[in-house]
């Protein structure tokens, strides 16, 4: 099974799953970028166009010789990071950030004033959740707004805790969050 950490670019993901050192996690932003399954450079937001069919080909890849293993997550989960991965997962964890806050952030990252706009009404209205309860088998949602990196990680690992059990936990329901 794959599991995908994903949300919008500043909501966490990255920062939490750098705790997570009980599981290996691939990061999709550097298999795209370390093994070209890129189409190229999108100029306006000064960004790599994922082939996301070469990526979830060696996604794919990866959780069949990973099985079992340990490689790349936990047992026979594939565990993936990155805001594309829900495209390829068959459960999902979506991190959320208030809208103020993570525009913020991208600035701080010295994001372009299109981008951080285009990222936070992506957040707004729920894209990468939406997608995410459309493709993925189970979806579960984090709030990531005023928790610290450790509170987002310990999060992380409950539910991927209980992925790993079989069962299913409560408060982490999809549509949970509503920054409307």
Not at 109 to 138: F, H, M, P
Request: glycine share 10%; proline share 2%; hydrophobic share 40%.
């Amino acid at each position: 099974m794959i599991i995908g950490i994903t949300g919008t670019p500043g909501t966490g993901k990255t920062s939490a799953c750098a705790l997570l050192t009980d599981a290996d996690i691939l990061d999709l932003n550097k298999l795209i970028k370390n093994e070209g399954r890129n189409l190229g450079i999108d100029e306006e937001r000064d960004s790599l166009i994922a082939d996301m069919d070469a990526v979830s080909d060696r996604v794919r890849e990866i959780a069949r010789v990973g099985a079992g293993s340990g490689v790349g997550g936990v047992g026979e989960n594939l565990i993936i990071e990155g805001h594309l991965a829900h495209h390829i997962s068959d459960i999902a964890i979506v991190l959320r950030l208030s809208p103020d806050e993570l525009e913020l952030r991208l600035k701080e990252r010295g994001y372009s004033e299109a981008k951080v706009q285009e990222n936070v009404l992506a957040e707004t209205i729920d894209v990468i959740l939406v997608e995410a309860v459309e493709w993925c088998e189970r979806v579960y949602e984090i709030n990531t707004t005023g928790m610290t990196v450790e509170e987002v990680a310990c999060a992380i690992r409950e539910i991927l805790d209980a992925i790993g059990r079989g069962i299913v936990i409560d408060g982490y329901q999809p549509g949970s969050v509503d920054w409307m």
